[in-house]
């Protein structure tokens, strides 16, 4: 069974992304320091790291990714480029999977009072991976709120990496977390990035936003139960400083059930919108995956007919940046003159919870309108 996509009558007005230095695999595996257990007293190369998950570079920030200010200015370059104040904003939602407090949404807290948005302004702080995109595009068209700006970071480099560089043992050698054997790949695979977008309301526009959690069924399959990420310390299961909750507090990929989960979560999002509107890949300018691992992201390009210019992807030199990745991709389109004003683009996403979802939406960015004026 398909879940049927809703009417998404928002527009992306503002736009910006915040990486960290990019930085080799060789580069990382130095900083990394991964024990070889097939070779005991040495440590795995980027060439190795390379072979096994298909990223060959990193976005890698921990001092820029210090404190949340590099956030905040995300979002202000984001405001600023929708030609917007903090007053204008009616919602605010936040998306990450490592916030910088654990606590009552204090990240929502603190961004909005660093940005100027006033107090009458409702936080929605998302706990939520690579698919929180999707899920607060689903919110905003709930709220129907008319100017939400939307915030997603991911910084696992200050997570798994002490104050001098040094991967937590944690990461790199864990005999308590079920997946503590390959701990050591999470760090590697996701990488650093803040991203954030406008969405104004106009009823006018004929968009689509698609959600699901798939806990009751998974298409024509049982529904899925499996968190996909596993971060089993640091709750009330498992509160900080109980034995073994440091140990538990990592995140565990279970890897042949993400694999299952992309594979198939992105083709139902792709036939949940095909069947809501035929031919809609021919009719948007830009398919912005989210870019798990580049094994992934070339399988679905190559079962759905996408070209790389059609669906363009980064996860190759910059990692799987989780929720930002696909904000990125908008964004290097802008930079490179990629985008025109009104250009349609379709985001698909799958994620830890799991969940997964889709929106389709024009891209009315003022920039864009005066690069087009000029050339015209």
């Given amino acids: ?6 009417p998404f009558p928002y ?30 007293g040495s440590t795995l190369d980027g060439s190795f790291i390379t072979r096994l998950l298909g990223i060959e ?25 929708a030609r917007l104040d903090a007053d204008d904003i009616t919602a605010v939602v936040v998306v990450t999977c490592n916030p910088y407090q654990t606590l009552l949404d204090q990240d929502a807290f603190t961004l909005m009072r660093m940005l ?113 990420i596993h971060f089993l310390g640091g709750g009330t299961e498992r509160p900080g400083g109980a034995q073994g909750s440091a140990e538990l507090a990592c995140f565990g990929m279970n890897a042949p059930e ?14 949940a919108l095909e069947a809501a509107r035929p031919g809609y890949l021919d009719e948007v300018h830009r398919v912005y995956t989210h870019q798990a691992n580049p094994r992934l992201v070339e399988e679905f390009s190559r079962e759905t007919g996408l070209t790389t210019e059609q669906a363009p992807s980064n996860v190759r030199q910059l990692g799987n940046t989780v929720s930002p990745s696909t904000l990125a991709l908008l964004h290097a389109d802008q930079v490179n003159g990629n985008l025109t004003y009104g250009d349609r683009a379709c985001f698909s996403v799958v994620g830890s919870g799991p969940e997964r979802g889709a929106f389709i939406t024009p891209i009315r960015i003022p920039a864009l309108q005066s690069l087009e004026s000029v050339s015209a």
Wanted: proline share 7%; glycine share 10%; with cysteine.
């Fill in 57 to 81: 570079g990193k976005s890698w920030g921990p001092d820029q990714f210090a404190t949340p200010e590099a956030v905040a200015e995300t979002a202000r370059a984001a405001l600023a480029s």
């Fill in 116 to 228: 100027g948005i006033g107090d009458h302004v409702l936080p929605l702080q998302l706990g939520a991976g690579c698919a929180g995109l999707a899920r607060a595009a689903a919110l905003v068209a709930q709220l129907a709120t008319e100017r939400a700006l939307v915030i997603a970071y991911s910084v696992p480099s200050r997570i798994s990496f002490d104050e001098d560089g040094v991967m937590l043992p944690a990461y790199r050698d864990n005999a308590v977390h079920p997946y503590g054997r390959n701990l050591w790949a999470s760090p590697a695979l996701f990488s650093d990035a803040a991203a954030a977008m406008v969405l104004e309301r106009d009823e006018d526009i004929d968009g689509l936003v698609l959600y699901s959690r798939d806990s009751q069924s998974f298409g024509d399959e049982p529904g899925v139960d499996d968190p996909l």
């Fill in 258 to 271: 993400i694999g299952r989960y992309y594979s198939g979560g992105m083709m139902l999002n792709h036939q």
């Fill in 11 to 40: 527009a992306v007005t503002g736009a910006h992304t915040t990486l960290g230095p990019v930085i080799t695999m060789d580069a990382w595996a130095k900083l990394a320091q991964v024990p070889n257990r097939r070779e005991p």
């Fill in 1 to 6: 069974m398909l879940t049927a996509p809703s």
